[in-house]
């Protein structure tokens, strides 16, 4: 069994900054892919930054320029870094990854809500 728990999220004012953390923990051989993704209240949900093992980093465009992911393998956590928080930034934060002989899992969940 794997597990994923999200931390970090809060109210914030437009153009402020939160981070996010997620730490994996169970019975972990190895994590490839690790990512973020939101859910906005009657949207799909969407993907917002995913890191590989190695580093290498893509994001939805909307993300570009504000948005930082980053992992340490370590401690298996990953990390998203949000700066100039738009409230369109507004949801439920998902942390998901891939793990070695288990697949893919998803964390429960984070709210970030970005409002004056």
Known sequence: QVQLVESGGDLVQPGGSLRLS??????????NNMGWYRQAPGKQREMVAIITRGGSAIYVDSAKGRFTITRDNAKNTV???????????????????????????????TQVTVSS
């Open 22 to 31: 997620c730490a994996a923990s169970g019975n972990i051989i190895s994590i």
């Open 79 to 109: 990390y998203l870094q949000m700066n100039s928080l738009k409230p369109e930034d507004t949801a439920v934060y998902y942390c998901n990854a891939y793990f070695v002989g288990v697949g893919s899992s998803w964390g429960q969940g």
